[in-house]
């Protein structure tokens, strides 16, 4: 939990994701596979840290399913006929089998899918034991054919992604969001310690500056925010500064260095230490 001059944000529950869009999403658009909390009970896996996207996972068949996009643009994706009442398609690797698919653009409801650009979805998986006599396909067609049972059709529905599935994209694109601001707080920071000079960003209708500047053999950082109107995002930005606490800010509404805050506009100044701007240099350098 992180709280700033009486604002709280809690970067796992919460944090407003339809402004992700201020922080790049990890892949082009809908080009990569998500796999649901099913397929990952399936292989036996964890929701791994938030950090980390579910379509980076380290296991043969979600890697294995990122290729399924471009065979299907290629037309050299293998369809699972089995499953009548939407398109599933195979993923083969090893003795690991999965099914994958797209929603379509009418499934675009919770905001999220649109927002990640998630609309491929791994909605199960399994792998095959030497000599068991197992067919993973057989046994899925055998579950959505349960599941339609009574419908004349087979009911794969159940594979697509849950409440559970969308709350996890949800939480990633916060950290996403705030990993992103971080980054552009710190090299907008950087930049006025190396210029003296004030640094500026404009993100959508958003805007950032940073300007740090020596007073009294001490240096002082002030940062302008334009747009934020959650204090949730606010919050973000201050706590962007590495090692400074809610104390140690300061909103200025009379200005600072000569800022005058203008209509829209929020001030916050504080003490920046030799060893803080000394650590945000070095993380930029570390970044080019």
Sequence with gaps: ??????????????????????????ESSRSFVRPTKRCLDDLELRFPPLEQPLHDLKDPVVAKSQQVPQEVAAGGAQRIRAIEDRIWFKVKVGPCRGAVTELAGSEAQPAEITEASA?????????????SGTDFYRALA???????????????????????????????????????????????????????????VTLSRHRISALVRAQDEEAYLAITAEGFIDPRLLAVILASVP????????????????????????????????????EILDELVDDQ
Aim: with cysteine.
């Design 142 to 200: 055998d579950e959505v054919s349960r599941a339609g049972r009574g419908s004349g059709r087979t009911q794969s529905g159940h594979l697509l992604p849950a409440a559970v599935d969308i709350k996890r994209l949800r939480a990633e694109l916060a950290v996403q969001l705030t990993m992103g601001i971080k980054r552009v707080v710190r090299q907008l920071v950087a930049g006025s310690i190396r210029t003296g000079r004030t640094s500026t």
């Design 243 to 278: 090692h400074l606490t809610e104390q140690d800010w300061i909103p200025e509404p009379k200005g600072v260095f000569g800022i005058h805050p203008e209509m829209g506009q929020i001030v916050y100044s504080a003490l920046i230490p030799p060893v803080v701007q000394a």
């Design 119 to 131: 609309w491929w979805w791994l909605g199960a998986a399994g792998r095959r034991q030497e000599g």
């Design 1 to 26: 939990m992180v709280r700033i001059a009486g604002l709280f944000l809690c970067p796992r529950v919460g944090l407003l994701w339809r402004y992700s869009k201020l922080a790049p999403v990890s």
